[in-house]
């Protein structure tokens, strides 16, 4: 499955400057607005120690990591559901990614100017929130239109649903995002196709300047407080800070970090708070040729995770040979392996855990 993350924010917050170091793909960063036109995508890998270990044991031609999509899209100002600023191609970039990245600004530069003329956490977060509300308001209610001629006419399905995205209605009116609905399956179901803006999963991303690594500040906190209250995650990440870390090699990436207190770099902290977020894990598949990670949601089953691989796989499936990494490094090798006993075969109901080691078999 690709996962692909939406980097957002208002205009000069430094949502630019964190997908240009954190990306291998580049984006215009300056002190204006708008200075990121087109959605620019960056393809990072993710990091996983276990594919070390499967290279130091199976010793393969490649290892191939899982990756993760970046999207850096144009910055949003009030009156972007109406089409203020680019705001429809913000919103219509945003509708295809899986999570979304709020970079909300909690440094103060006087250098950089901000479009609230200071520094307000709670203002930020709300003007963002209440486009998405207010443009998911109008997905609604065109639906809504679609359906009342249908509705009278006494189809008994087409009531039911009527009633459904009346509710969704109403919970947004009143300024209530999609996540932070109490919702029943049906009501969700009736949306679904809609692919609501403000149905996705947000981690706030608080911009924070290098005096206040490695613990935040009085800005930081305050966003804290807006993301408890949600039962959402924030992170903390410098993006000037990131540059520099970007530009370094791996062996002075840790001394520079060491410096600032940091115990990983912001990319891979915004990496796990996505996993996490979106609860993911990774299988892999092992062989002489390569060797790889695949990423799949907690809970799905075999053939869903020989799915990711091919659809045909899927298809096909038959049954999977797993081998847990603890008994791959303890043996040494496959074979090994199979001979005490610690190959499993697994049929289609198996639900496959971080870590498996997997080789499907299937037929075409």
Not at 40 to 47: A, C, D, K, R, Y
Not at 102 to 124: K, L, M, Q, S
Not at 233 to 249: C, F, P
């Amino acid at each position: 499955m690709g996962l692909q993350v939406g980097i957002v924010g208002l205009p000069n917050v430094g949502k630019s400057t964190l997908f240009n170091a954190i990306s291998s793909a580049r984006a215009e960063a300056a002190n204006y607005p708008f200075c990121t036109i087109e959605p620019n995508i960056g393809v990072v890998t993710v990091p996983d120690h276990r594919l070390e270990i499967l290279d130091g044991l199976v010793n393969p031609e490649k290892i191939i990591p899982t990756v993760i999509e970046f999207v850096d899209i144009a910055g949003l100002v009030k009156g972007a559901s109406k089409g203020e600023g680019l705001g429809n191609q913000f919103l219509s970039n945003i509708r295809t990614v899986d999570a979304i990245a709020h970079v909300i600004r909690c440094f103060e530069d006087d250098n950089i100017t901000h479009v609230a003329g200071g520094i307000d956490p709670v203002f930020d977060r709300e003007i963002i929130e209440n486009e998405l509300q207010l443009k998911d308001l109008e997905s609604v209610d065109k639906k809504i239109q679609k359906l009342e001629k249908i509705a009278k006419s006494g189809d008994a399905k087409a009531k039911s649903v009527m009633q459904h995205l009346q509710f969704v209605k109403d919970k947004l009116t009143a300024g209530v995002s999609v996540r932070a609905m109490d919702c029943s399956e049906e009501q969700l179901d009736a949306v679904v196709d809609l692919q609501l803006l403000t149905a996705k999963p947000v981690i706030y991303v608080a911009n924070i300047d290098e005096e206040s690594l490695p613990n935040g500040n009085k800005f930081s906190d305050i966003l804290q407080e807006i993301a408890t209250k949600e039962s959402a995650r924030m992170i903390l990440i410098s993006g000037g800070i990131e540059a520099q870390i970007a530009e370094l090699d791996p062996e002075e990436q840790s001394l520079f970090m060491d410096e600032y207190g940091l115990k990983e770099s912001g990319l891979d902290k915004l990496i796990r708070a996505c996993y996490e977020l979106l609860d993911l894990i990774s299988f892999f598949t092992a062989g002489k040729k390569e060797v790889r990670a695949w990423t799949l949601s907690r809970g799905w089953k075999a053939p869903q995770a020989a799915g990711t691989i091919h659809t045909d796989f899927e298809k096909g499936y038959i049954k999977a040979e797993v081998i847990k990494l603890d008994d791959y490094m303890k043996y040494g090798t496959e074979l090994a392996c199979k001979e005490a006993g610690k190959i499993a075969i697994e049929g289609k109901g198996y639900q496959v855990e971080d870590g498996d080691v997997m080789h499907f078999r299937f037929n075409v």
